[in-house]
């Protein structure tokens, strides 16, 4: 099939899941066997992403007779800082993964951030694989270093065998619970109404090359239309990290999914109050030498095209918003960009003024996720708001006299030292956490126990 694959970038892929079952030892692999297998330019560490490239991902699925039959440049995996799943999500057109691996330890199973990875990508309509890590824990497992699944597997001893297909139809269950039909990679025709599932082993590598191959064949079938996009059209990234750099101040770590950012131009930034504008003081990239000294921790750029992971030094970035928007503008659009990216944020940051809980979370993307949640629950909302729990919070909290909405709920957020001390006296629940089932639950059961 002939495509003008010209003007199609690369593919972003988020890795989510339950923490410790294998994100990060997952992308550690991909990139540690190319590094290791000499294959110069095939990975390219990016600020908060890994880029693979094609060839690389064939030479590893030992498909190379397939070569031309792949449109894609080759897959950005996005390296989701710690706690912040949700934050990586957003972008202007919705979501910003086009893609995404739902990582869940064989042996644990399900958990709830896995839940809630899954009823995001529901909600944003994201195609994903599953992938069903930690094969090489099943006990007598016999690991063969970065083969395909059906290899390793047919080595297998029957009881292993049966082990692992027990535990695997665990997870079809479990993904039958949560509204999607899903069945182990192979067996799969469509991927558009079944849910791959992968065994694989993050350590041992295998099951990998199977992975690849099948967010390869995704991206080739549902996302030939939302790949293309303007290389020389103004820049267009999500923020990932607001992060102070040792001489450099406040930087912003994003994945620019559009378009090119040069420096010196002007950006506009999300941030807590008005969106900032600020130009583009440096771009810089992951120093490829992977120098140890901190002043050579970064490689100075003049312009970047998407999708890439990059770092943006510029003046007065104190107060930029993770999840939020960043927008290159010239200064006949630069009021409809201001305008644009605050609607974005007043969309998700509820004041309705009405009764309800009050909401405060990490990020923008977070929030986002909090707000539908509830919502689903019918649980009232008064106020939604980006940030840590504040003194003011608690105040006007407390303030509100029906004692089912003077509930604070914090997703992710510190309490400020002051507002401790003010909630300590104060005429109101509050609930935190960092797992949004966690606090929907916690709420419902007070709520129950309060009525009884
Ligand atoms: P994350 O929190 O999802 O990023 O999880 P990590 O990648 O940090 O993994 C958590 C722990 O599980 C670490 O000790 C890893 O070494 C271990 N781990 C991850 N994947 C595998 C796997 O495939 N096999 C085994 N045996 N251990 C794994
Ligand atoms: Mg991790």
């Known amino acids: ?15 989510m899941g339950h923490v410790d079952h294998g994100k990060t030892t997952l992308l550690d692999r991909i990139r540690g066997s190319s590094v290791a297998a000499g294959e110069a330019g095939a990975i390219t560490q990016h600020i908060g992403a890994t880029e693979v490239t094609i060839d ?10 397939m070569k031309n039959n792949f449109i894609v440049p080759g897959l950005l995996f996005i390296d989701t800082p710690g706690h912040h799943a949700f934050t990586s999500l957003r972008s202007r057109g919705g ?4 893609l995404a691996v739902v990582i ?7 958990m709830p951030q896995t839940k809630e990875s899954l009823q995001i990508l529901k909600r944003f309509k994201t195609p994903f694989v599953v992938v069903a890590n930690k094969i090489d824990r099943i006990h007598g497992w016999q690991p063969h270093e970065s083969a395909s699944f059906l290899e390793t597997y047919n080595k297998q001893s029957e009881r292993v065998r049966a082990d692992l297909d027990n535990k695997f139809y665990e997870i079809v269950g479990e993904l039958y619970n949560s509204g999607f039909n899903s069945e182990r990679y192979d067996r799969v025709s ?3 109404r079944n849910i791959g599932i992968i065994p694989i082993s993050a350590v041992t590598g295998e099951g990998i090359p199977d992975l690849l191959m099948v967010l390869l064949g995704l991206a080739q079938k549902f996302l030939e239309s939302n790949l293309h996009y303007n290389a020389s059209g103004p820049g267009e990234g999500t923020i990932l990290e607001v992060k102070e750099e040792k001489g450099l101040g406040t930087t912003i770590d994003i994945i620019l999914y559009d378009g090119t950012l040069k420096k010196g131009d002007t950006i506009v930034v999300g941030s807590l109050g008005e ?7 440096a771009l810089l990239k992951p120093n490829p030498m992977g120098e140890i000294s901190a002043e050579e921790k970064f ?19 104190d107060g930029a918003l993770s999840g939020a928007t960043v927008r290159a503008a010239n200064p006949e659009n630069l009021d409809t960009i201001v305008k644009e990216v605050q609607e974005e944020l007043d969309e998700v940051q509820i004041s309705t003024g009405t009764t309800g809980v009050t909401l405060k979370a990490d990020t923008i993307g977070s929030l986002e996720a909090l707000v539908n949640e509830l919502q689903k629950e019918d649980i009232p909302i008064r106020k939604a708001e980006v940030g840590d729990i504040s003194q003011r919070d608690i105040i006007e909290v407390s303030a509100i006299e029906d004692p089912f909405n003077a509930v604070l709920i914090g997703f992710n957020v510190k309490m400020l030292p002051d507002a401790k001390e003010k909630a300590k006296g104060g005429d109101l629940k509050i609930f935190q956490n960092d797992v949004i089932y966690r606090l929907i639950d916690d709420y419902k059961d007070w709520v129950k126990e309060k009525k009884e």
């Open 1 to 15: 099939h002939i495509t003008d694959n010209e003007n199609l970038r690369t593919p972003i892929v988020c890795v």
């Open 56 to 65: 690389s991902i064939i030479e590893h699925s030992g498909a190379s007779g």
């Open 95 to 98: 979501a910003l993964a086009d």
């Open 104 to 110: 869940v330890d064989i042996n644990e199973g399900f």
């Open 190 to 192: 469509d991927f558009q």
């Open 275 to 281: 969106p900032i504008q600020t130009k583009v003081r």
């Open 299 to 317: 490689q100075n750029v003049e312009s970047v095209t998407a999708a890439i992971g990059v770092k943006i030094s510029a003046p007065n970035l």
